[in-house]
């Protein structure tokens, strides 16, 4: 065993008794408060001067491995096709870590000329001093290294935010940053501005749509930043967590179920309603969101037409099944097959037309597409509820979709009386989420689930601002 290494081996043995003493004896819960923060400190340090020596050596298996000869490389004769690879093997880190200590070391190793011998100087000089003296470890150098060493600028001007950084992370530089406030000085730095990066984000911008497993497609891609931004203000839009600002009710009930105060007052069926169980996760919302957005822009018209018509999807059902409740239904641009709760609800706001065919597969009869809710009628109903009719649903009318309470299919007419607003996501889990609607002489009631109304009774409903008003004029 080398010197290094044996002195090494000392210290770690010392390290680990220690270890072993706190953890014997629980010697961490007797210390002061201030003590607990030292431990940390010295703690951190000790892990950063490990951090410099792993990434020290590492740097050394890049210098015997870049740029040479496959035979000749370090990492060839330990039989590692890369030093990520060796840095695995020896150190049993993960991947990624692995990778984020040959970055380091490529930022501050000193190369060595194939020519001359030359000790050449670091990509990061400073910062290789600030990692012997650990004050930063691998996280800070990786954090450093990619955006000054990617951004184009001269070795001047790199030389000089290493320089700056590394005092900064010492404590020593103009303000109190630390080396992940690298962004910055990367911008600073490249004087060609963003269009190097824009160009690069346009090459590898795209998404695709994987094939469907378990019911579900994948989707993968990278998005430029204003398509990003689009889209998260559209889902800002359907997601507005905003509040109705309704009088609470006089009478509110407790519910069992959820262990707090709700606000249906079971004596008053014109009492605000209000409701907060809502347990899909953020990336749920953003899908029910983005189902909401492709809904509303394939109907808005200005999409360019196929085949003569707006983009349409295309749901294909047997009659039979639809009848019956059992079998499937399939869609375009999908080989899997959904359920018929799923036909059931594209239909419902949608277009539906009967196609006849005989036993060997003639059509005998196509029937003209049998629209649903005119525009009058969808203004006449976004006014009257005023948005998604589930109580604690803040989906604004236009986002909304029109649900036939009484199934098309099973010969709901096309009516104001006949029809309600529900989002996307209410509207598609209406049969299996406790939550019936009803249009009761033409005004809409909502009967929910237990633990939102213990006694399980009709109520009206409305989210309109002017109907809501009546209301409260009424009671005053």
């Known amino acids: 065993m080398n010197s290094i290494a044996a002195t090494l081996e000392r210290v770690g043995a010392d390290l680990a008794g220690v270890v072993g003493e706190v953890f014997a004896g629980d010697g961490a819960r007797d210390l002061s408060e201030t003590d607990v923060l030292e431990l940390m ?43 990520s690879e060796l840095v695995q093997r020896v150190t049993r880190v993960s991947k990624q870590r692995a990778g984020d200590v040959v970055k380091a070391a490529r930022a501050v190793v000193r190369p060595v000329a194939l020519t001359t011998g030359e000790v050449l100087p670091a990509a990061l000089p400073k910062m290789r001093e600030a990692l012997a003296t650990a004050e930063v470890g691998v996280d800070g150098v990786v954090a450093v290294a990619g955006p000054l060493l990617t951004c184009g600028a ?50 590898k911008r795209g998404i695709t749509i994987g094939p469907c497993r378990d019911g579900l497609h994948s989707v993968r891609g990278n998005v430029l930043p204003e398509v990003a931004g689009q889209l998260q203000r559209a889902f800002d839009s359907v997601l507005n967590p905003k509040l109705d600002g309704a009088p609470a009710p006089s009478k509110p009930f407790f519910s069992e179920s959820r262990g ?21 996760t953020q990336a749920q919302k953003h ?103 589930i109580p604690g649903c803040h989906v604004r009318a236009d986002w909304c979709e029109i649900h036939h309470v009484q199934a098309y299919a099973q010969g709901g007419p096309t009516h104001t009386d006949n029809g309600v607003l529900l989002c996307w996501f209410h509207h598609r ?26 006694q399980v009774k009709w109520r ?17």
């Open 287 to 389: 899908h029910d969101a983005l189902a909401t957005v492709l809904t509303v822009v394939a109907g808005s018209g200005a999409l360019p037409t196929l085949g003569g018509a707006a983009p349409t999807l295309v749901v294909s059902v047997r009659a039979e099944d639809l009848v019956t409740g059992r079998g499937f239904a399939h869609i375009d641009g999908s080989d899997e097959p959904i359920s018929l709760a799923s036909a059931r609800h594209v239909a419902c706001s949608g277009a539906v037309q009967r196609v006849v065919f005989t036993d060997a597969g003639r059509i005998v009869q196509l029937g003209s597409l049998e629209r649903v809710f005119t525009h009058h009628q969808r203004r006449g109903i976004g006014l009257r509820d005023g948005g998604c009719l």
């Open 260 to 280: 707090e105060a709700d606000t249906v007052d079971p004596d008053d069926p014109d009492a605000p309603l209000t409701a907060t169980a809502d347990d899909r």
């Open 41 to 83: 400190a010295t703690a951190s340090r000790i892990v950063r001067a490990g951090e410099a020596l792993l990434v020290e050596a590492t740097s050394q298996v890049c210098d015997r491995s870049d740029g040479r000869l496959h035979a000749d490389r370090m990492t060839t004769r330990f039989g590692c096709r890369s030093t």
């Open 154 to 203: 001269g070795t001047a001007a790199i030389l000089a935010a290493d320089e700056e950084i590394a005092a900064t992370a010492r404590g020593e530089g103009a303000d109190a940053g630390s080396p992940r406030d690298r962004d910055g000085w990367a911008m600073y730095l490249d004087q060609d501005g963003a269009e190097p990066n824009e160009e690069r984000a346009l090459r």
């Open 460 to 476: 009206r409903v409305t989210k309109s601002p002017s109907r809501m008003r009546e209301r409260v004029a009424r009671r005053t």
């Open 429 to 454: 889990t209406l049969d299996s989420s406790g939550w019936a609607v009803r249009v009761n002489h033409g005004v809409p009631e909502v009967r929910g689930p237990y633990w939102w109304d213990a």
